[in-house]
């Protein structure tokens, strides 16, 4: 199944943060020096005092807070953020520390159009404190995945990842730190191949040209 028509035009980009939105700075700059043809249209955060609106609205971008905790349920939570994803006519859904499970409403809207950044080695250390999951295993080399967002939790195909050493002094924050210099890598080239069409996917497995 291909992902993308390589005819549709300029990839208009939904984010979706709860923190900081490192990542979608990272999908900014690119955008913004030329290695990747996208536009970021939109950015919604469940948290209304997230710095991710601040920054969206310092690069005069429509930012949204849509809280959980005003709408009678969590579908009419969903059904708020699809309308406000489809006002402004986004073709792809960046997932970006994004703390919250989308379910099959956000899913059928945006069906093979939802991608996750996620800071391990999946489907190694799924859910949160991934980077703390790893440190308290013991592995070697962690890392992280970008994926298609399916009904599971960091379950969906794997799109593109990165390996990062575990080292022997490290701990839960200098490993996150490392780590999330990868994700700034990783995420900007995963929504360049989807921009240029070059995803396909075979059952679990993500091909690209």
Known sequence: MEVRDNHWGLLKIGVLASGRGSNLQAILDATLDGRLEAEVAVVISDNP???VLERARMNNIPAFAVELGGKPSKQAYEEEIVRVLR???????????????VTPVMLKAFPNRMINIHPSLLPSFQGLHAQGQALEY???FSGCTVHFVDEGVDTGPIII??????LQDDTEDTLSARILEQEHRIYVEAVRLYAQGKLTIKGRRVFYE
């Open 49 to 51: 005092n997230a710095y």
């Open 138 to 140: 013991g592995v070697r």
């Open 87 to 101: 006002e402004h006519e986004v073709g792809l859904v960046c997932l970006a520390g994004y703390m919250r499970i």
């Open 161 to 166: 990842q990165a390996v990062v050493p575990v």
